[in-house]
């Protein structure tokens, strides 16, 4: 079968190659789904991955198979498979366990080790490609009334880990009622943020440099947040008007915004950064500054990677609640489908040049 991968380490190296079709008897246990990829969808991981600043080959290849974001429909199961079964929509989640005790728990997003194993990123193959098999385990049910939104349950999976590890940490607080949050960055993770903040009853903000007018500002609008553009509104404006953020998620991909939001933090506050900035950027910070505001004030910083099973699924059922408070909203993300595997190098040339692109992916094959 056909599947597009990259070698890393040689940039541009994008490629169609050919892998042997797996099996469900490739699983030990009896507990191996066989998925028919319909849809995957490709980010600035790909993107960095394909520049060669980010990604390893699995041991014995010289090839790393791409894509992460994962939307197929169940072919075969295991006879040990009691949670799905052929014609179920569903999405695979992307770490896989190493050794530590956070990966024996099913808490892989949580590693401790250096090495991380994550399918199309890091030393397993991913999922551009005709068919996967997977654990059960990794293999989560897409409702289908949300199959609209196919390649979405990834991204959302990483929003969602992000503020709920917010939530989980402020539990130091004993009371924390926030009220105001900004999302840093309006590309897919930002705006699934905005979503997760608002069905949580915050008032948010969801700031990009763009002035309105733009797809991601109509998002937002649609969500019923509020847009703010950083060429009218600068960060220190917008928090002498609205107040300083209880919660942030930082998810622009330039670290300088991330230091950035150190000064618009509230006391008590939390900031999250989920960037992965695969470059080799610096900038100057005011040190002093930051150090004594966030002493005074008891303020937390947190990154947060990648996302476990739980986080796929509270993503997906916070989607059908969006879909419901704000219907047909979210789908308007997905602005670029390309038809078929071999149109990888139009699926790559999107990725980095179709500015207004939120969400490139390839339909892979019909039901
Ligand atoms: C993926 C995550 C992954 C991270 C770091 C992101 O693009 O969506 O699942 O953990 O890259 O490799
Ligand atoms: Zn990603």
């Known amino acids: 079968m056909r599947a597009v991968a990259v070698i890393p380490g040689k940039p541009n190296s994008v490629?169609?190659?050919e892998l042997p079709r797996p099996s469900v008897h490739d699983i030990a246990d009896g507990k191996g789904i066989l998925v028919k990829v319909l849809k995957v969808g490709v980010d600035a991981t790909d993107r960095e991955i394909n520049d060669a600043l980010y990604g390893n080959a699995p041991p014995g290849y010289k090839f790393l198979v791409l894509g992460h974001e994962s939307f197929g429909i169940v072919q075969e199961v295991g006879p040990n498979v009691r949670n799905l079964k052929p014609g179920d929509y569903v999405a695979a989640t992307v770490r896989r366990p190493g050794g530590s005790i956070y990966d024996t728990i099913g808490t892989y997003d949580m590693t401790?080790?250096?090495?991380?194993?994550?399918?199309?990123?890091n030393l397993l193959h991913g999922y551009l490609t005709e068919y996967f098999v997977d654990h059960e385990d990794y293999i989560?049910?897409?409702?289908?009334?949300?199959?609209?939104l196919h390649v979405l349950m990834e991204p959302i999976s990483c929003a969602a880990k992000a503020v709920q590890q917010a939530y989980e940490v402020q539990r130091r607080m004993k009371?924390?009622?926030?009220?105001?949050?900004?999302?840093?960055?309006?590309?897919?993770?930002?705006l699934l943020a905005t979503l997760i903040l608002k069905l949580r009853g915050l008032d948010v903000y969801c700031i990009a440099r763009s002035k309105p007018g733009t797809l991601s500002s109509e998002i937002v609008a649609g969500l019923e947040a509020t847009y703010v553009s950083t060429s009218e509104t600068p960060l220190e404006a917008l928090a002498l008007k609205v107040g300083k953020a209880d919660l942030i998620i930082d998810a622009t991909g330039a670290s300088a915004m991330s230091f950035g939001a150190m000064e618009v933090l509230g006391h008590n506050g939390v900031l999250v950064w989920t960037s992965i900035t695969g470059g080799n950027h610096s900038i100057e910070i005011?040190?002093?500054?930051?150090?004594?505001?966030?002493?005074?004030?008891n303020k937390l910083l947190l990154?947060?990677?990648?996302?476990?099973r739980e986080h796929f699924e509270s993503g997906i059922r916070d989607l059908a609640l969006g879909e419901v408070m704000y219907p047909g909203v979210i789908q308007r993300i997905l602005t670029n489908p390309v038809d078929g595997l071999e149109n990888f190098s139009e699926m790559m040339r999107l990725l980095v040049e179709e500015k207004t692109a939120l969400k490139v992916y390839t339909n892979v094959a019909e039901e």
């Open 140 to 148: 989560v049910r897409v409702p289908p009334g949300l199959k609209h």
């Open 303 to 308: 990154g947060s990677v990648n996302a476990n």
């Open 286 to 297: 005011k040190s002093d500054k930051i150090n004594i505001d966030w002493v005074l004030g």
């Open 15 to 17: 490629h169609l190659t």
């Open 112 to 121: 401790s080790e250096e090495t991380y194993f994550e399918r199309g990123i």
């Open 175 to 190: 009371v924390w009622r926030p009220r105001v949050a900004y999302v840093l960055g309006a590309g897919q993770i930002g």
